[in-house]
């Protein structure tokens, strides 16, 4: 039997970009549709076409490996799925019955982290503005998009702390408003001021909360 390292996810850049597979990750519970019984469904992770995960249900939990196809989940005769993020639809099909649920996401250390969000400053030694988004952080691995110099890169980057390094650049911050975000140049290093953006800011007008 395959061994599935509980933090660690391998989405493709291709697969993140069209399902948005990493939204799935997380603890999620509500109640069946018409029923006031409890339901839980977690993705610990996931790793190319599978996910693990612990489906909770009648008091009891399993746990195993369900398969991943596009942007939903299927264990067994249940199908998860989420469209934002922050809630989801479960499906359990037996025979001709069918029950549904539907599920918050519930709030997780990697939630609350500083460093999600969104970052963004200007350098003239960079000549031009820099941002730094974390989408989502996982033990010491962080789901970011980065646009430096005008180019944008997307993937995973390395948590170590309150830093996350990403390619030639890293972002740090001590207090979740103001950080830093280094970019590494050839042999050179320029240090940009960076700001967190909030909710309102990220739907100005600017242009550095658009590539944010």
Do not use: C
Not at 91 to 118: E, I, R, Y
Not at 132 to 159: C, D, M, P, Q, Y
Not at 161 to 174: D, R
Request: charged share 20%; proline share 2%.
């Amino acid at each position: 039997m395959a061994v599935i390292s509980p933090s660690t996810n391998q989405i493709s850049p291709a697969a993140e970009r069209m399902y948005g597979l990493s939204r799935l990750v997380g603890e999620w519970k509500g109640k069946w549709s018409g029923k006031n019984q409890d339901v839980g469904f977690k993705v610990v992770n996931i790793r190319g076409a599978r996910a693990q995960i612990e489906y909770t249900h009648n008091g009891r939990t399993e746990r195993g490996i369900a398969k991943v196809e596009q942007g939903t989940i299927t264990f067994g005769n249940v199908t998860f799925g989420t469209k934002d993020g922050k809630t989801a639809a479960l499906v359990f099909t037996s025979g001709g019955g069918k029950a549904a649920a539907f599920l918050d996401k519930q709030a997780s250390p990697a939630d609350t982290n500083p460093l999600v969000g969104s970052w963004g400053g200007h350098s003239d030694d960079t000549q031009g503005t820099s941002s730094f988004r974390v989408l989502s952080i996982n033990g010491n691995e962080a789901k970011v998009k980065t646009v430096i110099n005008g180019i944008t890169r997307e993937g995973t980057g390395l948590v170590y702390k309150n830093v996350i390094m990403f390619g030639q650049a890293q972002l740090s911050t001590e207090d979740g408003r103001n950080g830093r975000i280094i970019v590494q140049s050839g042999l050179r290093s320029f240090l940009v001021p960076a700001t967190k953006y909030t909710s309102a800011d990220s739907t100005s007008s600017s242009g550095v909360n658009k590539v944010a």
